[in-house]
C-alpha cells in the first residue's frame, strides 16, 4: 500500500514526530545538532509573527528557512542531515501501520520514533 501525502501533512506529521519522539533518539545514541545562529534567526522570524514558540516550532521553522538539521550517529560515527525536501519525501515511507496511526492521531512516541527514523534512514533500524 501507497500512501500519497501533501507537503503539508508531511510538516505536520513530521512536527507532531518531533514533539513527541525527539527526545527518544538519545536512545539509540543519536543526537540533534545545528548551527546556534540558524536557530536564532528562524525563532527571530517566528516571533516577528506573534506565535507562541516551542522547541519544535523552531525546527520547523529552520527547515522552512532552508536550513539543516544534523543527527549525529554516534553508532555509526557518522552524520545525517534533515531538510524540508526530505520530510516531504520520506515521512510517507514510514510503515503503513505506524503512519495511519500517526494520521489518524492515535500515535505515542513509538509512532513517532518510526516516522523520525523514517526521515533520518529511509526505514525503521531500531525497534
Given at each position: 500500500?501507497?500512501?500519497?501525502?501533501t507537503?503539508?501533512?508531511?510538516?505536520?506529521?513530521?512536527?507532531?514526530?518531533?514533539?513527541n519522539?525527539?527526545s527518544?533518539?538519545?536512545y539509540?545514541n543519536?543526537?540533534?545538532?545545528?548551527?546556534?545562529e540558524?536557530?536564532k534567526?528562524s525563532?527571530?522570524?517566528?516571533?516577528a509573527?506573534?506565535?507562541n514558540?516551542?522547541?519544535?516550532?523552531?525546527?520547523?521553522?529552520?527547515?522552512?528557512d532552508?536550513?539543516k538539521?544534523e543527527i549525529?550517529d554516534y553508532?555509526?560515527?557518522?552524520?545525517h542531515?534533515?531538510?524540508?525536501d526530505l520530510?516531504?519525501?520520506?515521512?510517507?515511507k514510514t510503515?503503513?501501520?505506524?503512519?495511519?496511526d500517526?494520521?489518524?492521531e492515535?500515535g505515542?512516541?513509538i509512532?513517532?520514533?518510526?516516522?523520525l527514523?523514517?526521515?533520518?534512514?529511509?526505514?525503521?533500524?531500531?525497534g
Amino acid at each position: 500500500m501507497t500512501i500519497t501525502l501533501t507537503q503539508q501533512e508531511s510538516e505536520n506529521l513530521f512536527f507532531d514526530a518531533l514533539c513527541n519522539g525527539l527526545s527518544e533518539l538519545r536512545y539509540y545514541n543519536l543526537y540533534l545538532n545545528f548551527d546556534d545562529e540558524e536557530y536564532k534567526s528562524s525563532k527571530e522570524k517566528l516571533k516577528a509573527s506573534n506565535q507562541n514558540l516551542c522547541y519544535e516550532d523552531v525546527l520547523m521553522q529552520m527547515l522552512r528557512d532552508g536550513y539543516k538539521l544534523e543527527i549525529i550517529d554516534y553508532n555509526g560515527d557518522e552524520s545525517h542531515y534533515i531538510t524540508l525536501d526530505l520530510v516531504h519525501e520520506r515521512v510517507a515511507k514510514t510503515p503503513t501501520r505506524h503512519l495511519m496511526d500517526a494520521i489518524n492521531e492515535s500515535g505515542d512516541a513509538i509512532i513517532a520514533d518510526c516516522i523520525l527514523q523514517t526521515v533520518i534512514y529511509e526505514e525503521v533500524i531500531y525497534g
